[in-house]
């Protein structure tokens, strides 16, 4: 593909440290922890192919997740088999789940003898127990790590079963699972548990990809959307639904789950409401399984409704539904009226999809209307100079670390930026842009060395969100790329920043009506971990922001100045973005990305408007509750 990434722009080597794995000392989620239930069976003294036992090759790799590990990430390990020549109640945890000390858990491996039966299923259970319960008010991820080279050889309790109840049951759970050189019944079995506990299975047929997919799995963990809002229980009919003010909430949803909010409007103002699913990355997910937002007025008024789908069944990533209740200019339509309204959202999921109850983030805005006797600019409906032949930046790309999520995205300014990613993971970025201007960018995937006979492809897709609301590339703009490990690209662009925007039809236009920030999303997907030898993969930003930036919305409104580059300093360093840890605000955008049938993986990229704080002629009442 034209664009496509270098090696040397993202390759996999001088940068390896950096990007997807989180730095010791960097900060965790709230309530995360991780416990890795190690098989210290007898089959783990067998010879791994390279003259080291298997139990061997599990203590190096366990040595390497921890050093990756976040400084004090709650982190404990559990054996079984280690014990007794048989039994089936040969469990036993050597490490409680603490602030992480990395001495001592590798210490407790190394002191690891394997001996005995494989009691995976009682084993799950003991380890659901061992992680901290959640905290009240606290949506981290609660994640088990399965590392075994067989399959259960008790039978009772099933372990499949046992995935299952855990994954209803337990809040923010997921067990992924790492099968070292198994294969047959053993991997289906190990597949399952991953499947049935909100989890990945990842497959490890050598010493070398063992320590790959045990540092993927355990950073997932490590490395968990940071959730921000005021904790708030959506009802299931509208007649008994909390009453929300413009702000920030969360809450969760199950299948099948519709949740009713109630807010008063007035007759001018525009409300928005956003509704992002955050499921455990790379849950089993169905093409079609759905969350659908929506505005009611009264009992039969349906002011508006938008329905996002994952459009792939690889796993899961963060989906978000955006509507809007945008008063007509006359004014003499139902849901132009000042009341009481009602915002929807519910979730559609076919059946073997994920069961588990997803966290959900919610944002409520108001804009006020134009100040009386303004004249709002004409619409921007056309991408002009912003469109797939807009001149990037070019050279040598700068290490940036991308957030979690929308609260705490790294701000970028103009320029090349370069950050490493895991399977199944989401990073977050954000552009500010002004009145009058436009973002456009390119994300490039980096050409990764691949593991043998690698059959698998990732596609990738981006959408570019105002206010949290999805917006496809209308034509201009393709918003899927396969990656199997070789250069890809995606490019994509908005509209310039117009107030008359919201009246246009086209959902590409519609949400780009008010500046603030820009926020880009970029997911790789989940079979990704089928494709490349290192556990992370480049990836690289191209971004610019186009146009002059005008003082306000109206017809005529000055020029700020010539600031193409958003403020950037001559080398391309936004000034706004030195040494920021890009938190605040409110904003996501839905990841929805197409795929072929079969093995596919998917990095998606996404940008998401979030309206700015500042007070200029269309006034707007965002942020955190």
């Known amino acids: 593909m034209a664009g496509a990434l270098s090696a040397a722009a993202a390759g996999s080597g001088a940068h390896g440290a950096h990007g997807a794995a989180a730095a010791p000392g960097a900060a965790a989620p709230d309530d995360s922890s991780l416990v890795m239930v190690l098989d210290s069976s007898g089959s783990m003294a067998d010879d791994d192919g390279t003259g080291r036992t298997r139990m061997e090759t599990a203590r190096s790799a366990v040595g390497t997740v921890v050093d990756g590990l976040p400084d004090h990430y709650p982190t404990g390990l559990r054996g079984y088999g280690a014990d007794r020549p048989q039994g089936c109640t040969d469990t036993r945890l050597l490490r409680p789940v603490q602030p992480l000390d990395r001495t001592a858990v590798k210490r407790a491996v190394a002191g690891v003898r394997p001996k005995g039966d494989t009691p995976i299923g009682l084993s799950l259970q003991r380890a659901a127990e061992d992680l901290p319960g959640p905290a009240d008010g606290a949506m981290g991820t609660r994640t088990i790590l399965l590392i075994s080279d067989g399959e259960d050889n008790c039978g009772t309790p099933q372990p499949c079963e046992v995935a299952e109840q855990l994954g209803k049951d337990g809040a923010g759970l997921r067990i992924d699972t790492v099968g070292f050189q198994v294969e047959g019944k053993a991997r289906e079995q190990l597949e399952c548990i991953a499947e049935a506990g909100n989890g990945r299975y990842y497959d490890a047929p050598n010493a070398k990809s063992l ?150 983030e919610l944002v409520h805005g108001v804009e006020a209307p134009l100040k009386k006797g303004v004249t709002p600019a004409a619409s921007e409906p056309h991408y002009g100079l912003g469109g797939k032949s807009a001149a990037l930046p070019s050279g040598d790309p700068r290490d940036v670390r991308g957030g979690t999520g929308f609260n705490d995205a790294k701000e970028l300014g103009r320029g090349v930026w370069r950050d490493r990613i895991l399977p199944s993971q989401t990073l977050w970025y954000k552009v500010p ?53 070789r250069p890809a690209a995606i490019r994509m662009g908005s509209v310039p920043v117009a107030w008359t925007n919201r009246y246009e039809y086209r959902s590409t236009v519609q949400p780009v009506h008010t500046r603030g920030e820009f926020y880009i999303s970029v997911t790789l997907g989940a079979r990704a971990a089928d494709i490349a030898q290192n556990p992370q993969i480049g990836v690289v930003l191209r971004v610019s922001v186009l146009g002059d930036e005008r003082a306000g919305p109206e017809h005529g409104a000055v020029l700020l100045g010539k600031k193409t580059d958003n403020g950037a300093d001559k080398r391309g360093n936004s000034t706004a973005a030195a040494d920021s840890d890009g938190t605040g605000g409110a904003g996501w955008t839905g990841i929805a990305a197409a795929a072929g049938a079969g093995a596919a993986v998917v990095v998606i990229a996404g940008l998401v408007f979030v309206r700015s704080r500042r007070r200029v002629a269309t006034q707007t009442t965002r942020g955190s509750a």
């Not at 609301?469 to 790329?481: D, I, L, N």
């Open 433 to 485: 842009a002004g009145w009058g201007q436009q973002v456009r960018y390119d994300g490039e995937f980096a050409n990764e060395p691949t593991v043998e006979q690698a059959s698998s492809y990732s596609y990738g897709a981006t959408q570019f969100t105002p206010a949290r609301f999805p917006v496809g590339g209308g034509g201009e703009f393709t918003s899927t790329a396969m990656y199997n490990g």
């Open 211 to 360: 320590a790959r997919q045990l540092q993927r799995a355990s950073q997932l963990s490590a490395d968990g959307y940071r959730f921000r809002g005021k904790r708030v229980e959506g009802a299931a009919t509208g007649d008994r639904a909390p009453l929300l003010a413009p702000g920030q909430y969360l809450d969760a949803i199950g299948p099948g789950e519709k949740r009713y909010y109630a807010v008063d409007l007035d007759a001018v103002s525009t409300a928005d409401f956003s509704a992002t699913a955050v499921p455990q990355p790379g849950a089993a997910v169905d093409t079609f399984d759905a969350l659908r937002t929506s505005i009611a007025y009264g009992t039969d008024s349906s002011c508006a409704t938008n329905t996002e789908h994952f459009h792939q069944k690889e796993g899961a990533a963060p989906l978000t539904s955006a509507v809007a209740r945008i008063p007509a200019p006359e004014g003499t339509r139902v849901c132009d009226r000042a009341g009481r309204y009602w915002l929807v959202v519910e979730r559609e999921s076919k059946k073997g999809s994920d069961a588990a109850r997803w966290p959900l």
